[in-house]
């Protein structure tokens, strides 16, 4: 057990719709990571919280947002969802700013229809 | 051509053998991960370099700075290593990931 709680383990959902994943990181770490797996693109770094500000952000979509909260849990928000947007979303958490070890969550399957 | 590349894509390995798997990266980085991909989708850390050696049980990981290349190296494999290794560079401005392929390891009994 990694310590960092990703929720829901599976989401079904329509295309069009609006989902929020919530990711709990590890007891102390200040920084929260979001990816995406899909099939076709592998693991990729969609963005990065730390102690509350954007850190860094990577391939995400417009209609994709994230925020990071006073309690340090993130919430990933997915909107206008598309078939494309099928995938496993992981989050990750580290004690610091960069350069620390990363605790993965076990990530919330989305599958759109 | 990938800011990150990982070589082999694909390896099958009998069981007890010394296993290298390679990434080489065209960014500057800060640091390195390995990550280790099960077959049932969970992600595990295994090392994060920046430079040097990292040894953990039977997982050696090293990276050299100068040329832009790290490896990872399992002994004594086992069936139970079978997994999708990742290679994960965090670039050295901006904090971006930047994601290998990853290399499927299939150990053989």
């Known amino acids: 057990d990694s310590g960092v709680t990703q929720t829901p383990k599976h989401l079904i959902t329509a295309t069009g719709q609006r989902v929020t994943l919530r990711c709990s990181p590890r007891?102390?770490?200040?920084?929260v990571y979001w990816y995406q797996q899909s099939l076709d693109q592998g693991l990729q770094f969609l963005i990065q919280y730390y102690n509350g500000e954007e850190r860094a952000k990577g391939n995400i979509l417009e209609r994709f947002s994230a925020q990071q909260f006073p309690d340090l849990h993130s919430e990933l928000n997915l909107s206008s969802l598309e078939l494309g947007d099928s995938a496993l979303y992981f989050c990750a958490s580290s004690s610091r700013d960069s350069n620390t070890e990363a605790f993965f969550g076990q990530g919330t399957r989305l599958t759109v229809v | 051509k990938n800011e990150v590349e990982q070589s082999p894509q694909n390896l099958t390995a009998q069981e007890g053998e010394f296993i290298t798997i390679n990434c080489s990266y065209s960014?500057?980085?800060?640091?390195l991960h390995w990550l280790q991909q099960h077959p049932g989708g969970g992600i595990v850390s295994l090392f994060m370099l920046s430079s040097g050696k990292k040894k953990h049980g039977r997982l050696i990981a090293t990276i050299n700075i100068q040329e832009k290349h790290s490896s990872l190296h399992i002994t004594a494999s086992h069936p139970r290593d079978s997994a999708v290794y990742i290679c994960?560079?965090?670039?050295?401005?901006?904090?971006?990931?930047?994601f290998g392929a990853g290399t499927i390891l299939r150990v053989k009994s």
């Open positions: 960014v500057g980085i800060s640091a």
């Open positions: 007891s102390g770490d200040l920084s």
């Open positions: 994960v560079a965090l670039e050295e401005y901006g904090n971006k990931l930047v």
